[in-house]
């Protein structure tokens, strides 16, 4: 071995010069949490903190809105939500197996429906039902306000539902079809009885999400001409901020709202880990 060489073999390895991949990771996530906290510090030090709990954390006004918040706004929140969801849950369910259908024309009119209703904000078609007597004179729809409200919302969420029943549909493996069809079970029973079951458990979390949506579109309900036993969480807070000249109402229908969406929101995450862990 020449002198070179040995001296090669014998020179020490030198250090791996600057900082490893995973030491920059921390100083950059150090950064970004001392950069966080000096905006919340700026940000509490120049906030008027007497103003804040006058105008918005009042508990005299936002106890003046007790008990109706929850026994007037909330309940008939709760209930146009969920008949709309019903309604929306039904004709999805009726436009999915439609859009799967062997005969072309149903085909057609789902994806028709599916299209133009998902297109449509939820406000045109709350004032297009508004309208409807002046285009079918005396008609009026059962229920009133709250028959509107379910129609409103679900025709709209019909077109959404529909494509997630396709899409559970569609993802149940199709041996369980042919192995009910094959001990003579007929089509249709073995659609009810064997597929749509498991789409169902299929497409929860998006359904579970879809009735947050609801949750919220239900504030636009007021464009149909609500009384006030009618109100529902968004126009009772807004009512009430206007009556009492304090945007506290207001604040006390969020945290209201988030009672329910919060909730939902981990049922949604939880059957979504549940179904990515059984797969």
Same mark, same amino acid.
């Given at each position: 071995m020449?002198?070179?060489?040995?001296?090669?073999?014998?020179?020490?390895?030198e250090p791996r010069k600057g900082l490893s991949p995973r030491k920059k990771q921390r100083i950059s996530r150090s950064?970004?949490?001392?950069? +966080?906290?000096?905006? !919340?510090?700026?940000? #509490? *030090? @120049?906030?008027?903190?007497?103003a804040i709990r006058e105008s918005f954390l009042n508990l005299d006004v936002a106890g003046k809105g007790l008990p109706d918040l929850f026994t007037v706004a909330l309940r008939n929140t709760v209930i146009y939500t969920l008949s709309g969801f019903a309604l929306g849950f039904v004709?999805?369910?009726?436009?999915?197996?439609?859009?799967?259908?062997?005969v072309a024309p149903y085909r057609?009119?789902?994806?028709?429906?599916?299209?133009?209703?998902?297109?449509?904000?939820?406000?045109?078609?709350?004032?297009?039902?508004?309208?409807?007597?002046?285009?079918?004179?005396?008609?009026? +729809?059962?229920?009133? !306000?709250?028959?509107? #409200? *379910? @129609?409103?919302?679900?025709?709209?969420?019909?077109a959404y539902m529909a494509e997630n029943f396709r899409a559970g549909i569609q993802a149940v493996p199709k041996g369980q079809m042919e192995a009910a069809r094959s001990l003579g079970m007929p089509h249709m029973r073995a659609m009810v009885s064997i597929v749509i079951p498991q789409a169902i458990r299929i497409v929860l979390p998006p359904l579970t999400?879809?009735?947050?949506?609801?949750?919220?579109?239900?504030?636009?309900?007021?464009?149909?001409?609500?009384?006030?036993?009618?109100v529902e969480l968004a126009k009772f807070g807004n009512d009430q901020s206007s009556t009492f000249a304090n945007p506290t109402p207001i604040l006390a229908t969020g945290l209201t709202y988030l009672l329910i969406t919060i909730p939902l929101g981990y049922v949604a995450r939880r059957l979504e880990a549940r179904q990515g862990a059984g797969r």
């Open positions: 020449s002198a070179v060489s040995e001296q090669q073999a014998t020179t020490p390895t950064v970004q949490y001392v950069v +966080l906290l000096v905006i !919340v510090v700026v940000l #509490a *030090a @120049l906030a008027d903190w007497g004709l999805g369910l009726v436009l999915a197996l439609m859009r799967l259908s062997t057609w009119i789902s994806a028709i429906y599916i299209e133009i209703f998902r297109g449509l904000p939820i406000l045109l078609i709350f004032l297009l039902i508004g309208s409807l007597p002046l285009a079918f004179p005396g008609f009026e +729809l059962p229920g009133g !306000v709250y028959g509107s #409200a *379910a @129609l409103g919302l679900g025709v709209v969420s019909a999400n879809q009735l947050v949506s609801l949750l919220k579109d239900s504030s636009l309900v007021l464009m149909l001409g609500v009384t006030a036993s009618q």
